[in-house]
């Protein structure tokens, strides 16, 4: 049995941490969560959450891996000025860890339950097995310590007037909440909201099992931003909301000053999604949540600008509402395939929303990826988003204060070349960069004239200039060669060991992935009607097999698949890999594919018909 009473100390992270790398990554000093109420007495738990590591928190068991984010994709919907929103395919533990901290309004998860591997296998994807090990191998203690090492980072994330929904079911809820009320503080919890829904499997010998739990909690409970709905007439919940918004606050006449209850079966019941449901089955992700109990969350926990985050997003619910309540947006999936449905959904809610003309400043989004790359891309990639994906997986921090300077490791500057492999740094560009080193600080104060050149190659003129630098004035640059190395090879796995410390499930970071070559045939089956083929595709990544199939058959500036041509599934769940479509009318019409497989490559096919 523990003491009660205010606990100091106990969850902090040590000050000293003497490595430079974790001096980067220094814990928040804020964590003085247990303190349960004086009234409590001794209560019969600890208090630290499982997995806690007093000196290095959660980074013991799960090591920090600084890695790039690769840009893939930007789907611009016409205002560049706007900040992108931004949707990761990555782990959300190591993405999540490369955010600002104090920077969300509202994270709203809903992660796999605690209730069996089986039924949380969603896409068969690779990336989704392999957390399966972290997550199940240690039964519900690996669960929770798998889950807090992740609310810890969402607490750092939101800002002090921000909140948390944590949705779960009766397998884990009542374990998270004791966790939670470490992680955030007992006082910070705000309710356990009971979203009852109609549908769904039946409970012989006990009562019917007919509810999920969602935890919310503040980050601190005297800051918190909440908009309770008191009234119609005087709700600011109302007020501004976009019209496309769907009113959840809607009541009748005689419950006109009722309060939002936190138990959730009545005005939501209508929207619990069985499988026909057209909103579920435009999507068709199997543990799709309802458009309107997110409505409720976003509605009530955000400003009107707010930034809304779902780290397990899964087919995309949260920021598509996000989006349509003109929130700002982060979502992270570890599956390329609910990124994929994601990025869907949200160009079509954006395209939707512009047809509508109600939400006419729609910020773009980026697709980023986090430790699998897309190795033709980065060749292909601006100069300044190569420069800074090089210089983060060299672990040095980009930095364009300096003329001439692309970033520093440490203190040292670095320098960083042309995207294209085939170019060469010549002897003028080292000194350039040597005279760029000439009028830092570093140099001027202190003497210091080291420097770093990373470049796929160096003519023999570059390496003259450097070794006439060294004799002549004991400028040191060092150079640094790119490599493309090969998954397959000794090479990458000796350089991934050094990377990922002692920890196996890392081994799998930075990779890299060629996307498929899809290949698509069709044949008319009738009048305006073809039967569209995509067998013939060839996957690239060794052992990789098709995974997903989505289909635009009016495929115009951006790809957004056709209602019901996203996620279909065959006999024994696999993709369908043929579709048939009735196109509306006879002519010319562009079409177009995308093809995701289980290592995480994806490839577009697109092309032009003459419907008949
Ligand atoms: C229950 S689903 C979320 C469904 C979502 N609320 C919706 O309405 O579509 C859980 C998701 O978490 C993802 N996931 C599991 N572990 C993850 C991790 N470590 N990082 C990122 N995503 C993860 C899974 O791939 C899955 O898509």
Same mark, same amino acid.
């Given at each position: 049995?523990?003491?009660?009473?205010?606990?100091?100390?106990?969850?902090?992270?040590?000050?000293?941490?003497?490595?430079?790398?974790? #001096?980067?990554?220094?814990?928040?000093?804020?964590?003085?969560?247990?303190?349960?109420?004086?009234?409590?007495?001794?209560?019969?738990?600890?208090?630290?959450?499982?997995?806690?590591?007093?000196?290095?928190?959660?980074?013991?068991?799960?090591?920090?891996v600084m890695l790039p984010m690769q840009v893939v994709e930007r789907v611009s919907f016409?205002?560049p000025?706007l900040e992108p929103n931004r949707l990761f395919w990555g782990d959300n533990?190591h993405v999540m860890?490369q955010l600002?901290?104090?920077?969300?309004?509202?994270?709203?998860?809903?992660?796999?339950?605690?209730?069996?591997?089986?039924?949380?296998?969603?896409f068969?994807d690779q990336n989704e097995?392999?957390?399966?090990?972290?997550?199940?191998?240690?039964?519900?203690?690996?669960?929770?310590?798998?889950?807090?090492?992740?609310?810890?980072?969402?607490? #750092?994330?939101?800002?002090?007037?921000?909140?948390?929904?944590?949705?779960?079911?009766?397998?884990?809820?009542?374990?998270?909440?004791?966790?939670?009320?470490?992680?955030?503080?007992?006082?910070?919890?705000?309710?356990?909201?009971?979203?009852?829904?109609?549908?769904?499997?039946?409970?012989?010998?006990?009562?019917?099992?007919?509810?999920?739990?969602?935890?919310?909690?503040?980050?601190?409970?005297?800051?918190?931003?909440?908009?309770?709905?008191?009234?119609?007439?005087?709700?600011?919940?109302?007020?501004?909301?976009?019209?496309?918004?769907?009113?959840?606050?809607?009541?009748?006449?005689?419950?006109?000053?009722?309060?939002?209850?936190?138990?959730?079966?009545?005005?939501?019941?209508?929207?619990?999604?069985?499988?026909?449901?057209?909103?579920?089955?435009?999507?068709?992700?199997?543990?799709?949540?309802?458009?309107?109990?997110?409505?409720?969350?976003?509605?009530?926990?955000?400003?009107?600008?707010?930034?809304?985050a779902d780290f397990?997003c899964g087919g995309g619910?949260?920021p598509a509402?996000?989006q #349509?309540?003109?929130?700002?947006w982060i979502a992270c999936d570890q599956s390329r395939v609910a990124v994929a449905i994601t990025a869907d959904r949200l160009t079509r809610g954006a395209?939707?929303?512009?047809?509508?003309?109600?939400?006419?400043?729609i910020p773009d989004f980026t697709v980023e990826h986090w430790g699998v790359y897309e190795a033709k891309r980065l060749s292909q990639a601006p100069a300044d988003q190569f420069r800074e994906f090089v210089l983060c997986a060299?672990?040095?921090?980009p930095?364009?204060?300096?003329?001439?300077?692309?970033?520093?490791?440490?203190?040292?500057?670095?320098?960083v070349?042309e995207p294209d492999q085939?170019?060469?740094?010549?002897?003028?560009?080292?000194?350039?960069?040597?005279?760029?080193?000439?009028?830092?600080?570093?140099?001027?104060?202190?003497?210091?004239?080291?420097?770093?050149?990373?470049?796929?190659?160096?003519?023999?003129?570059?390496?003259?200039?450097?070794?006439?630098?060294?004799?002549?004035?004991?400028?040191?640059?060092?150079?640094?060669?790119l490599?493309m190395i090969?998954i397959?090879?000794?090479?990458?796995?000796?350089?991934?060991?050094?990377?990922?410390?002692?920890?196996?499930?890392?081994?799998n970071f930075l990779t890299f992935v060629q996307p498929p070559h899809v290949?698509?045939?069709?044949?008319?089956?009738?009048?305006?009607?073809?039967?569209?083929?995509?067998?013939?595709t060839a996957v690239l990544n060794?052992?990789a097999?098709i995974i997903n199939v989505q289909?635009d058959?009016?495929y115009g500036r951006r790809f957004s698949s056709?209602?019901?041509?996203s996620f279909?599934?065959?006999?024994?769940?696999?993709?369908?890999?043929?579709?048939?479509?009735?196109?509306?009318?006879?002519?010319?019409?562009?079409?177009a594919c995308k093809v995701q497989d289980d290592m995480g490559g994806e490839g577009l096919w697109s092309?032009?018909?003459?419907?008949?």
């Open positions: 049995m523990q003491e009660a009473g205010p606990v100091k100390g106990e969850f902090v992270a040590p000050p000293d941490v003497s490595d430079a790398d974790e #001096r980067s990554d220094a814990l928040p000093e804020e964590e003085e969560f247990w303190r349960p109420p004086v009234r409590f007495g001794s209560i019969p738990v600890e208090k630290t959450p499982l997995g806690w590591d007093r000196r290095r928190g959660f980074r013991k068991l799960y090591p920090q016409g205002h000025e533990l860890r600002p901290s104090e920077s969300i309004d509202l994270i709203y998860i809903d992660p796999p339950f605690f209730s069996g591997r089986q039924y949380n296998i969603i068969g097995l392999r957390s399966f090990s972290d997550i199940y191998e240690g039964g519900m203690p690996g669960y929770l310590i798998w889950l807090n090492a992740r609310l810890y980072e969402m607490k #750092r994330l939101l800002k002090k007037t921000g909140s948390i929904y944590v949705h779960l079911d009766w397998h884990a809820a009542h374990y998270v909440k004791v966790e939670m009320d470490k992680i955030f503080g007992y006082d910070n919890f705000m309710n356990e909201v009971i979203w009852s829904y109609a549908l769904g499997g039946s409970s012989r010998g006990r009562y019917q099992r007919k509810h999920d739990n969602i935890l919310f909690y503040a980050k601190s409970v005297g800051d918190v931003h909440f908009h309770q709905p008191r009234d119609r007439a005087t709700s600011s919940l109302l007020a501004g909301q976009p019209k496309g918004a769907r009113d959840v606050w809607r009541t009748s006449d005689e419950d006109e000053h009722r309060v939002i209850l936190d138990a959730w079966p009545d005005d939501l019941v209508e929207y619990t999604l069985s499988n026909r449901d057209p909103e579920r089955s435009q999507w068709g992700y199997p543990t799709q949540k309802p458009v309107a109990i997110l409505e409720r969350m976003v509605m009530a926990s955000t400003p009107a600008n707010g930034l809304v397990f619910t949260t509402v996000a #349509r309540l003109g929130r700002r395209q939707q929303l512009m047809l509508d003309s109600v939400g006419t400043n060299f672990g040095a921090i930095d364009s204060s300096e003329p001439g300077i692309h970033g520093h490791k440490g203190a040292i500057p670095v320098w070349g085939r170019s060469q740094v010549t002897a003028k560009d080292v000194e350039a960069f040597a005279n760029a080193i000439r009028k830092t600080v570093r140099y001027q104060q202190d003497n210091l004239r080291d420097g770093i050149m990373l470049a796929w190659a160096f003519r023999p003129d570059a390496m003259e200039a450097a070794d006439r630098l060294r004799e002549l004035e004991q400028t040191d640059l060092n150079f640094v060669r490599d090969r397959d090879s000794v090479q990458f796995r000796e350089h991934v060991a050094a990377l990922s410390t002692d920890h196996a499930d890392y081994e290949e698509v045939g069709w044949k008319r089956l009738q009048e305006r009607t073809y039967i569209f083929d995509v067998s013939e060794p052992g097999k289909w058959f009016q056709t209602p019901g041509y279909i599934r065959g006999a024994k769940k696999e993709p369908a890999l043929q579709a048939q479509y009735e196109f509306p009318s006879t002519g010319k019409s562009r079409i092309g032009e018909i003459e419907v008949s």
